[in-house]
């Protein structure tokens, strides 16, 4: 392992994201501002704690398996979140009274 | 990296898990449930990843895959029966 300081910042940065998503995850009002704010900053954070431990580790087993977990998670994260939106949405969730649009609605009269 | 900052870093996320958890016992609806579940569980994987370099093993990140490999598996079984039933 290396000891420059690219992990720290990496981790640290990814520690604050993932933060501010569980915060917006209590903090808004519906589901899907909700699921745009956990997803966004969790996937963006996570995604980059793994980064800071490729940079920990290099080219290792660690790092190795690290920089395959980040592929995983940047692939998977937005799936599931897209699917349960859509499933939300059909299920018959209303939206926030506050809210403006609804594309989908529009496009698909459901 | 130095053994202090990691378990500071893994305190600030597990508060973060705390506050997915609050989420998951008020969501007024299944999917705000189901929401707070993903995020849970994509920060437990963080929180592997931390303790991995915590402890220097890395079984810890196969399980962190597999992890969120799961989470995958389960949140989209839910999506799609929010959207069409069993």
Known sequence: MNSGVTPYILISIGVAFDLVGAIGLIRLPDVYNRLQAATKCVTLGTALILLGVVAASGWSAMGIKALLAAVFVLWTSPTGSHALARGAHIAGVPLWSGSVIDKYKEDTGR | ???????????????????????????????????????????????LVLLALFFKRSVYLDVALVYALLTFMGLVAIARYLERGI
């Open chain 2, 1 to 47: 990296m130095s053994g202090t900052v990691i378990l500071t870093l893994t305190g600030i996320i597990t508060a973060g898990i705390l506050l997915c958890l609050l989420r998951l016992l008020k969501g007024p609806t299944a999917p705000d449930r189901a929401v707070a579940m993903d995020t849970a569980c994509t920060v437990t994987t963080a929180l």
